[in-house]
């Protein structure tokens, strides 16, 4: 089983991201396992897919947007974000958007170029759940949230700019 960071604790990933499928027949095998599937599979077979054993969550490119899920998306207790590159940062947008406008609650989850210097920015943007390159290390990528003591920003996970925030502790 692989391994991912979620809630800043290195845990098991019981689901099973499916970046390329087309058909119903290729997931047939993997009836109880829980899966992560394209956006666009979902959407083609979304009543055969909600009535599987296994639990379903869907995953989304970084030029789809969280809208398209549309009364679907609170269904989900997973939905995953994919960084096709590191330098796309549509994905950052995405994240907030389904945190701060649509009120995801559940596990949001940073896929593909997932670098250990994006934590702290990810996760401010409402990621709870990093799903690393293969190249990084993720023993040492836990260390990535407390590279920045505080943030000047506003963001999902500190909705008041820093200095309203100073007011309340002075």
Known sequence: MEKLIKNR???EDPWLL?????????????????LIVPLAFWQENRQALKQRPGKTAVWLQSDELPAS???????FGLIALNFPVF???????SARELRSNFMFKGELRAIGDVLRDQLF????????????????????ALAAFD???DGYQVSVDKPEPLFRRREHVL
């Open 9 to 11: 604790s290195i845990v």
């Open 147 to 149: 590279d920045f003591r």
């Open 18 to 34: 499916l970046k390329e499928v087309s058909e119903m027949s290729e997931i047939a095998d993997k009836a109880a396992v829980p």
């Open 87 to 93: 330098s796309d940062g549509r994905v950052y947008s």
């Open 69 to 75: 899920l549309g009364e679907d998306l609170h269904s």
């Open 121 to 140: 920015y990810m996760a401010r943007c409402g990621f709870d759940a990093f799903a690393l390159r293969e190249d990084q290390n993720i023993d040492t």
